[in-house]
């Protein structure tokens, strides 16, 4: 290759260079308008902000303020919103769970009063009257009495918690007992005074169209238990409404069986 | 696997071991609330061995005195199960002194609640026992 040649193609690599350094120079210039532009633009837009007269500063302060107040109503409308959900969301809380102690309750009750009348058997009946005291009531100590009608003295006809033989027969004309026969409602003494088989602190009456049948006399509870809730009053009335009309049933019905069963023999006595 | 088969094997299965029908209805009235639960209802411990040994049990509730067998003897049968022993144990008892609550837990009862009970705090305790027991 000959010299000029070799000049040749230095010289274009020299020209390349310096054109490839000028395409740079031309980037960084186009990068610095562009900068030079916003800061124009930013020059102007305060020139014009400081153009303004004080009037127009006034009202352009007016709007911002009016525009500060809307917010502040719409952030307090919303303040005052939140604040009715929540006392609303805190209502609904409490009501559901009154709500679910009432189905409690009510469940306790349906219970109480669909087994009182499951069956007419006498027997049977009285240890569905213990089952619901222990477990649905929580009594420990207590004795169901029937009224002897001829004797007028209440019997003890099933006990739970002490011996039959020591309860005593009690006289429907003492103390609470004739307070709750009398009226004809449940009547409760103190729950947490020590048993004693004279004196019951619940005496549920057993009445049957006026007319007392029997009573159940709670003498003392079992000790996680330490007063009466609303239900455990709930549980009294049932007790006293359905519990002496299923034992009334079981009574008439074991008389009407043995009336039956006297009859049947004498009419096979007359057959045979 | 069929939907209903799948459905079966979503369903929890309750046993509930108590000699009160009146207790066993009202606890059966609590757990109706659950979601995808059979409740299966055995009268006395011996009843309640032989349902627990011939079934699968998501969860046991047991009374404590019971003719046949009571809940104690069961709860101990039950626990020397190799493959009973991780079903939870819910004893509901009338029984309160601190001696026959150690007693029942110290037999493998994993909750210990008294009568008269109330039905949202024996489904709050089953539902905590049962959401443990899916998660192990």
């Known amino acids: 290759m000959s010299s000029d040649r070799k000049d040749l193609f230095r010289h274009g690599e020299e020209f390349l260079q310096l054109f490839s350094r000028g395409a740079e120079f031309t980037k960084e210039l186009l990068i610095e308008n562009e900068r030079l532009r916003a800061n124009l633009a930013e020059l102007e837009q305060e020139q014009v902000d400081a153009s303004r007269t004080p009037e127009e500063w006034d009202k352009y302060r007016g709007e911002l303020q009016g525009r500060l107040q809307d917010l502040e109503e719409e952030c307090e409308t919303v303040r005052v919103r939140l604040q009715q959900a929540e006392e609303e969301n805190q209502q609904f809380a409490a009501r559901y769970l009154e709500v679910e102690e009432e189905n409690n309750n009510l469940a306790n009750l349906y219970v109480a009063s669909y087994q009182l009348h499951s069956t007419l058997d006498l027997d049977e009946v009285l240890k569905i009257i213990v089952e619901i005291v222990i477990n649905l009531i929580g009594a420990e100590i207590f004795a169901v009495y029937l009224l002897d009608g001829d004797s007028g003295q209440l019997d003890v006809a099933v006990s739970e918690g002490a011996d039959l033989s020591k309860f005593p027969s009690c006289s429907k004309s003492r103390g609470i007992i004739a307070k709750s026969l009398e009226t004809g409602e449940p009547v409760c003494g103190d729950p947490t005074q020590s048993p004693n088989l004279e004196e019951p602190i619940v005496c549920i009456p057993l009445i049957v169209q006026g007319r007392p049948i029997g009573l159940i006399g709670i003498f003392g509870l079992l000790q996680q238990k330490d007063g009466f809730s609303a239900l455990d009053h709930e549980l009294f009335s049932v007790m006293g409404g359905h519990a002496s009309t299923a034992l009334f049933a079981a009574r008439l019905y074991s008389q009407s069986e043995r009336k039956l069963n006297t009859i049947q023999g004498f009419i096979d006595l007359l057959t045979k | ?136």
Do not use: C, W
């Open chain 2, 1 to 136: 696997m069929t939907r209903s088969m799948e459905l079966s094997m979503d369903r929890k299965r309750i046993l509930i071991v108590e000699d009160s029908p009146t207790m066993r209805q009202l606890l059966v009235f609590a757990l109706r609330r659950l979601k995808d639960v059979d409740i299966i209802e055995a009268n006395d411990g011996m009843d309640g061995l032989r349902k627990v040994s011939s079934d699968h049990f998501d969860l046991a509730l047991i009374d404590i005195n019971m003719p046949v067998m009571d809940g104690l003897k069961l709860i101990s049968l039950i626990r020397g199960e190799d493959n009973l022993s991780s079903i939870p144990i819910v004893v509901i008892t009338t029984e309160g002194a601190k001696e026959d609550r150690e007693r029942a837990l110290s037999l493998g009862a994993n909750e210990y609640l008294t009568k008269p009970i109330q039905a949202n705090h024996v489904l709050k305790v089953v539902k905590g026992l049962m959401k443990s027991e899916s998660k192990a």
